[in-house]
């Protein structure tokens, strides 16, 4: 399998731009996970899905930031307009179940300049 | 509430061990552990369900006391390849990572 792909894998852009994030998970898996990395934060659970739901998205920051998962195979995270502060990497991680061990992907970099 | 860990920086030399623990001020239902290396995603370590229950492979080995909310890594005899940042995830109704712990193995 080839793991959880995510792109770009880098991205550049200015402030009040939109940005969207992609995301394909493991096959098979079920959950679907999104979280932001920065060094002040650390590691963040923005928002996760099971069989396409959002369960929780208690930890999406803003009206600017939504998710989505249209199939089992794909899921998007959009931030709208995009601020210096989102800047951070952004993974996206699957597992057969909420509870079960994560399969994280390589990451975005984010750069809001 | 993200579970602690202690400590948040550790120095080893090579085959050296190490303690990493993890308390968490919420009742755990089970608690996850992940190395990070720099500038790469996180990777599973272990999965530990239940109080009392220890686990390892290699050298890598962790328990968890569920009554205390906590649960401690042990890295044995360590290697180069242990170096990175340790992530333990408390697990109630979704996965919780911790403030983590930087590892550096030298030679």
């Known amino acids: 399998d080839a793991g959880v792909i995510q792109s770009p894998r880098h991205e550049v852009t200015e402030m009040g731009q939109e940005v969207t994030l992609r995301c394909k998970p493991i096959?098979?898996?079920?959950?679907l996970f999104w979280y932001r990395q920065t060094m002040m934060r650390g590691l963040e659970l923005l928002i996760y899905?099971?069989?396409?739901?959002?369960?929780?998205d208690s930890g999406m920051p803003e009206d600017r930031f939504s998710a989505k998962m249209p199939n089992a195979s794909f899921s998007t995270l959009k931030i709208q307009p995009s601020e210096p502060r989102d800047s951070a990497v952004y993974f996206c991680?699957?597992?057969?179940?909420?509870?079960?061990?994560?399969?994280f992907g390589p990451g975005t970099r984010l750069t809001v300049t | 509430q993200q579970p602690v860990q202690s400590p948040q920086a550790v120095i080893l030399r090579e085959g050296e061990d190490a303690v990493i623990n993890c308390s968490s001020s919420?009742?755990?239902?089970?608690v996850h552990w992940y190395r990070q290396k720099h500038g790469e995603a996180p990777i599973f370590l272990m999965i530990l369900l239940k109080g009392g229950e220890q686990k390892g492979h290699d050298k890598i080995s962790a328990s968890f006391n569920e009554k205390k909310q906590q649960s401690s890594l042990y890295l044995t005899a360590s290697q180069l390849s242990y170096s990175g940042t340790y992530f333990c995830?408390?697990?109630?109704?979704?996965?919780?990572f911790g403030t983590g712990t930087r590892l550096q193995v030298f030679p």
């Open positions: 995830g408390s697990s109630t109704d979704k996965l919780i």
């Open positions: 919420k009742a755990l239902y089970s």
């Open positions: 991680a699957s597992s057969s179940g909420g509870r079960d061990e994560q399969y």
């Open positions: 899905f099971n069989n396409n739901v959002p369960i929780d």
């Open positions: 096959s098979g898996h079920n959950s």
